[in-house]
């Protein structure tokens, strides 16, 4: 610990120094001139000063304020007799106190030390504060490393928040070009999306569970009347939000249009067949160099209503029939719509299934049965979407989207849902 004295009186400052020595203070600087207070303060840079102002003038108070200015350090005052006039010239300074004279070595003792403690104290606030100020700045500038055009020359608070304002202005601007563009991408995608009314109509007692994940939606639910057949699925396409919706636009359309054409009502595996011709030819899949594997999976039937009979065919996904109480499964083939990794071999086979009065069809996207959730963290799997269909054999038709979505959402709880989710149920 270093101690510097400004003292005039030898005697004072012979028996000051003994006294500090023996208390353990390792260096004392003694000096007896202003001129030579301020070489020593800037060299040594002492934890404590004793300045004695025993002359009428006082002259070194005012050196004192100066190097208080440039560092926080604890003062002792020298008197030989403490007054009020005494009290006022010294207040400016803070003195931690005085020490009078003759010197009482415990009074010394215990002005230095609590000097010493509040010094520390003071340090290490000064040191916590710091700490905490380097904390933040670090904490600035990774904020504002990705905003680094927006940081001026001089770093001005005023600058700053101007350019803040300015960019927050920008980006809630783009941001709801952005959301009023996805909107009227799904005003779009509705439009393409058969209404209630339309399913009724056609499939009579339904029910539709659709949930995108996003806004819009890779999967789409797909219907057509042609003659005397109806044809409708669940069409899952490569990705979701804005992609996937494009995708969707492209595979009602194709899929209108194959279904539309020609005099014949074709199966629903000629329909997947012409579809991933049609979705190759038209994303350009089969151009040299391109591997883009975009497609989409498909659960697609054809039901005539008059002879009971329904023709599935499947790209990956399945179709479950609920009749008496038991569940069966249809497969579907193991290739997707679109897409050469499987180059021409993509070929689908229809099951032909003769219904029954109050037999119940279903088909779905992966959507709910890749939902991670549950106690577990699992996901849901298909073998727990047939047993929540059995268990809800006896609920109405109308009533089965409510109730599947209540369970999907208590399955899924605080995460996040993975993918767009499609469900068809048809009862006859």
Request: aromatic share 8%; charged share 25%.
């Given at each position: 610990m270093k101690v510097l004295i400004i003292e005039n009186d030898a005697t004072h400052t012979f028996k000051l120094k003994e006294i500090l020595t023996n208390l353990g203070y390792e260096k004392v600087e003694i000096v007896s001139d202003s001129k030579s207070a301020i070489i020593t303060f800037e060299k040594e840079q002492p934890n404590l000063i004793l300045v004695d102002i025993n002359d009428s003038e006082c002259r070194y108070i005012e050196i004192v304020t100066q190097f208080k200015k440039s560092k926080e350090i604890p003062v002792l005052y020298?008197?030989?007799?403490?007054?009020?006039?005494?009290?006022?010239?010294?207040?400016?300074?803070?003195?931690?106190?005085?020490?009078?004279?003759?010197?009482?070595?415990?009074?010394?003792?215990?002005?230095?030390?609590?000097?010493?403690?509040?010094?520390?104290?003071?340090?290490?606030?000064?040191?916590?504060?710091?700490?905490?100020?380097?904390?933040?700045?670090?904490?600035?500038?990774?904020?504002?490393?990705?905003?680094?055009?927006?940081?001026?020359?001089?770093?001005r608070e005023r600058a700053l928040k101007q350019e803040l304002a300015q960019t927050k202005a920008l980006i809630e601007a783009q941001s709801k070009k952005i959301v009023d563009s996805i909107n009227y991408s799904l005003r779009i995608q509705q439009s393409i999306i058969p209404s209630s009314e339309t399913f009724k109509e056609a499939l009579g007692n339904h029910s539709v569970f659709y949930k995108p994940k996003d806004v819009v939606s890779g999967d789409f639910p797909w219907l057509m009347r042609k003659d005397n057949y109806v044809y409708y699925g669940a069409i899952d396409c490569t990705g979701h939000g804005v992609p996937g919706a494009m995708m969707s636009m492209i595979g009602n359309l194709l899929l209108n249009a194959i279904v539309e054409n020609g005099n014949s009502c074709k199966t629903p595996s000629e329909v997947l067949a012409e579809l991933h011709k049609a979705v190759v030819q038209t994303l350009k899949q089969d151009a040299e160099g391109?591997?883009?594997?975009?497609?989409?999976?498909?659960?697609?039937?054809?039901?005539?209503?008059?002879?009971?009979?329904?023709?599935?065919?499947?790209?990956?996904?399945?179709?479950?029939?609920?009749?008496?109480?038991?569940?069966?499964?249809?497969?579907?083939?193991?290739?997707?719509?679109?897409?050469?990794?499987?180059?021409?071999?993509n070929t689908y086979s229809d099951h032909t299934i003769q219904l029954k009065e109050k037999d119940r069809v279903f088909v779905f996207s992966d959507g709910i049965i890749d939902q991670v959730g549950g106690e577990e963290n699992m996901k849901w799997m298909t073998s727990r979407l047939k047993e929540f269909i059995i268990e809800n054999q006896e609920v109405s038709m109308t009533d089965f989207k409510e109730t599947i979505s209540q369970k999907f959402e208590e399955f899924k709880g605080e995460h996040k849902q993975v993918d767009d989710v499609l469900l068809i149920g048809v009862e006859i």
């Open positions: 020298i008197v030989s007799s403490l007054n009020d006039e005494i009290l006022e010239k010294t207040k400016s300074t803070e003195p931690i106190g005085f020490i009078t004279i003759p010197f009482d070595i415990l009074q010394l003792k215990s002005l230095i030390n609590t000097a010493f403690m509040l010094h520390s104290k003071f340090t290490s606030n000064i040191d916590q504060l710091n700490e905490q100020l380097n904390m933040a700045m670090m904490q600035v500038d990774e904020l504002t490393e990705t905003n680094a055009h927006l940081i001026t020359a001089t770093f391109n591997k883009a594997a975009d497609g989409m999976d498909a659960a697609l039937c054809r039901i005539d209503f008059e002879k009971k009979e329904l023709l599935f065919s499947g790209a990956h996904l399945p179709l479950l029939l609920l009749r008496d109480g038991e569940l069966a499964t249809f497969k579907g083939d193991k290739f997707p719509v679109g897409g050469m990794q499987y180059r021409n071999r």
